[in-house]
C-alpha cells in the first residue's frame, strides 16, 4: 500500500466508527467549486488586494467603497459557483443508514454546503448574502445592486434607521464571532464522535480553536487537505487529498462497507 492507500484505510477507518459527525470547513473547502481561497494568489481585479489587511473594521472606517464592491462581487461569484462533489457527499453522509447527524461549522461566506445537501450548518464568520447596518445592525432588507462586472468602488445603501452605511455581514479581524453560532459550534465539538476538518489553514482564531474541544475529549480528527496545516499535528490522521475527492471517497467506502 502507498500512502495514499494508506491514509484512505486510515479514514475510512476512522468514518466507519462515527455516528455523530462535524465537518469543521475553511475556504479549501470551495476551491474545486471555483472560489480562491483566502490565502491563495487571486488573479483577477482583486490580486493587488491583500484579504486579511482587506478584511477589518479599519479598511471599512477608511474607504468603505472598494470593499463593498469586492464583498458584492464575490457575492455574485459564490452565487454564479455550484457545490462541488464534496460538498455533496457531506449531505449524503448524513443520509446514511445508522448515521445520526452530520452537522458542519463552516467559517466560509459562501453557501454552497446548504446548496450541496448539508443538513445543519453553522456560519461562524457569517453570509455574504446577509448585509445589516455597520452602526446599529438593523438587517438591510433592501436591494443590493450587484454589478455584472468587477468595479473598483460601490456606495453602499444607507440604513433606513439610522442612516449610517450599510456592511457586509461578515466577521472581519477584531470583531467578535456571533455568539449563539460560537456556542452551538462548541456543543457540537463537545457531542461530535468524529470531527474532519476541510480546507482551511488553521491559523485564525478563535474558529481554529474548536477542533481543540473534541480533541481534549479524546474524538478523534480526520484532516483532509492537500497540504499540512496548524491543524495537522492535532489530527489523528491527515489524508492529503482534496475537498472533491477525498470527501466522495470517504463516503462511499462508509456506504459500500458499512458502519463498524
Ligand atoms: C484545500 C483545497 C482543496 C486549498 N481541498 N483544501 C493570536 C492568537 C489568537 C487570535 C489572534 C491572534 N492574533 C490575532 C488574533 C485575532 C484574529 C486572528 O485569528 N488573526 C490571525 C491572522 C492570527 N482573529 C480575529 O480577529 C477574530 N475575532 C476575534 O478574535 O475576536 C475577539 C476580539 C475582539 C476584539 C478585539 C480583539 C479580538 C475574527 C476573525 C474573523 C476572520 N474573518 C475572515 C474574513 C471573513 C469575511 C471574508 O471572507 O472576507 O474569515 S479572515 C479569513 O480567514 C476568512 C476565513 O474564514 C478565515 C480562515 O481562512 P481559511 O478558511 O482557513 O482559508 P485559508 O485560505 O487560510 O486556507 C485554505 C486551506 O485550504 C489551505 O490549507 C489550503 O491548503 C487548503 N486547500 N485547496 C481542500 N481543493
Ligand atoms: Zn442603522
Known sequence: MDAADTQLADALRLARRARTIEVFTGAGMSAESGLVTFRDKDTGLWSKVD??????????????????????????????????????AIGDWGELDGVERVGVTTQNIDNLHE??????????????????????????EGEVEVPDEPVERMTPPACSLCDNLVRPGVVWFGESLPQREWALAEQRMREADLVVIVG??????????????????????LEISPEETELSRLADVS??????????????????????
Not at 53 to 74: C, G, N, Q, T, V
Not at 239 to 260: H, I, N, Q
Request: glycine fraction near 10%; charged fraction near 20%.
Open 51 to 88: 484579504p486579511a489587511a482587506f478584511a477589518s473594521i479599519e479598511s471599512w472606517a477608511k474607504d468603505p467603497e472598494p470593499m463593498w464592491a469586492w464583498y458584492l462581487w464575490r457575492s455574485k461569484l459564490a452565487g454564479q459557483a455550484d457545490p462541488n462533489a464534496g460538498h455533496r
Open 115 to 140: 446548496r450541496g445537501g448539508a443538513q445543519d450548518v453553522v456560519h461562524l464568520h457569517g453570509s455574504l448574502f446577509d448585509y445589516r447596518c455597520s452602526i446599529c445592525s438593523r438587517p438591510w
Open 200 to 221: 482551511t489553514s488553521g491559523i485564525v482564531q478563535p474558529a481554529a480553536s474548536l477542533p481543540l474541544i473534541a480533541a481534549e475529549r479524546g474524538t478523534p480528527l
Open 239 to 260: 489524508w492529503r487529498t482534496t475537498a472533491a475527492a477525498g470527501l466522495p471517497e470517504l463516503v462511499m467506502g462508509v456506504k459500500v462497507d458499512g458502519l463498524a
